[in-house]
C-alpha cells in the first residue's frame, strides 16, 4: 500500500509535498527492514550428504535387502566410510537414520502386502524382516496410528 501511494504521488507531480513523499519513502524503508529482519538467513552447513552415487548405491542396496539384518557396518562399509560419519552423512542426506529410513521400508512393504488378505500377518511381519510380530504392531501403530490387523480390515 505504501508503494501505491508513493507511485500515486511521483505521477501526479508531488501535489501533496516533499514531506509526505519524505514520510511514504521512510516507511516503506521501515517496512522493507522488518520485513527483512523476518527473514532467516539460511545457514550454511557444514555438514552435507552423501554424495549422489553413494547415497544410490547405499538405498538400492536397503531397498533389495530391506528383510534382511542390515546393520550400520555393513551399510558404512557400501558407502566407504566410517560407522559415524556414514550416519551423519545419510541423516543429511535422507532428514533419516539409516534405522528409520529402513523401518519405513519394511512398513510400506507390509502395507503392499497386507491387500493380499491370504497372507497371516505374522508372515507379513517375517518377510518384512521384523523380529517379531509385536515389534511389528508396535512399529506399525507408531507409523499409522492404526493396529496392523484393523488397517487390514478397512482395506
Known sequence: MLMSLLITESEAGGPCGRLYADSLVNALATRFVQLGRAIKPQEKSTKSGLPGHRLRRVLERMNSEFSTDLGLETLAAESGYSRAHFLRMFRAATAYTPHQYLLNLRLENAVR???????????????????????????????????????????
Open 113 to 155: 502386502m497386507m491387500k493380499e488378505r491370504s497372507t497371516p500377518l505374522i508372515d507379513i511381519a517375517v518377510a518384512c524382516g521384523f523380529s517379531s510380530h509385536t515389534y511389528f504392531t508396535k512399529a506399525f501403530r507408531s507409523k499409522f496410528g492404526v493396529l496392523p490387523s484393523d488397517y487390514r480390515r478397512s482395506l
